[in-house]
């Protein structure tokens, strides 16, 4: 890989974990102190504090990081599983909400970095025997989401991986130029979590590698020419869960030169609110892909 290429992604994935631990330093991205089971809106409450965790989790996984960046993960970590009350937010909800899928997808996160909550662990188990639990109603990539969560927790059910991929947008391998911008974040995270990240990039069936192998270039070029910032970060993401990357470093320095001094990496080209703490909730999920990018692609280097 170009050498240019892994100087950018490091700086890049380096400066968006250190903006992400400052603003945790500075209390944004807590729970409001009335937090419960019951939260309306989890993506506007615990769902960012699983992706910081997803994010720290993979700086931990791969041999990468430095001893700065590892330190950062960690306190993020700590951070997310205190506000989550070391688990026990999700085994409330889980256990009255029995259906629902982001508790476990939450603490999938944290279990991979180490921190443990048994009852949950023993809910989930008992839950993973029920056929409801297996029958609810999801989009495809969804389901595959679910699926990769229990097998990063150790659950017994064993997914038909190539099943579930069929039933995906990218499993149907529809003209390329059908895809659209919510499309093309289906796309992704049917990589990332047929892969798990990256780790298991032989989950992904060749047919979709090799159209993905010709696709995904063109559209890194699309949502680069139209300044799409989060949604390219996740094309680059994967591009370092292939076999063999084929994306050139173009992307790369967009985002470089999209990037802030501060850190801040702006989802797309619109003007981005000087409020800190505004800043944040609009922009911290582009931070999280930048860190996974970067991390990852050096990751798939240097193996």
């Not at 965790?53 to 700590?78: C, F, H, I």
């Not at 996740?234 to 802030?260: H, K, N, S, T």
Request: net charge negative; hydrophobic share 45%; charged share 20%.
């Amino acid at each position: 890989m170009n050498p240019a290429v892994l100087a950018t992604a490091h700086r890049l994935a380096g400066r968006s974990l250190e903006w992400l631990h400052a603003a945790h330093q500075r209390g944004y991205g807590t729970l409001p102190p009335d937090a419960g089971i019951d939260l309306g809106d989890p993506n506007n409450a615990y769902k960012p504090i699983g992706e910081c965790a997803l994010a720290a989790t993979l700086v931990l996984r791969e041999p990468v990081s430095g001893p700065t960046e590892r330190e950062r993960a960690r306190t993020m970590l700590d951070f997310g599983w205190q506000q989550l009350r070391g688990g026990d937010l999700l085994y409330e909800r889980q256990f009255r909400h029995m259906l629902l899928s982001d508790p476990l997808e939450t603490y999938a996160h944290f279990h991979r970095a180490g921190y443990r909550h048994p009852a949950l662990l023993e809910l989930l188990g008992g839950l993973d025997g029920l056929r409801a639990a297996h029958a609810v109603e999801t989009v495809p990539n969804r389901r595959l989401a679910v699926a990769n969560a229990r097998s990063v927790t150790g659950l017994a059910h064993r997914p038909d991986w190539a099943a579930l991929a069929a039933a995906t947008w990218l499993g149907a391998r529809p003209e390329p130029w059908a895809i659209d911008w919510m499309t093309g974040y289906d796309v992704t995270h049917t990589v990332f979590h047929l892969t798990d990240w990256g780790a298991l990039p032989e989950r992904l069936p060749e047919p979709l590698r090799d159209y993905l192998a010709a696709w995904l270039p063109v559209w890194v070029d699309i949502w680069q020419e139209t300044g799409q910032w989060d949604l390219l970060g996740e094309l680059l993401i994967v591009d370092a869960c292939l076999p063999e990357p084929v994306c050139d470093a173009q992307g790369w320095e967009c985002l470089a030169a999209a990037q802030r001094p501060d850190g801040l990496l702006p989802r797309d080209q619109d003007p981005v609110d000087e409020d800190p703490a505004r800043a944040f909730k609009d922009h911290e999920h582009t931070a999280v892909v930048t860190v996974l990018a970067g991390t990852l692609t050096l990751a798939r280097a240097l193996r």
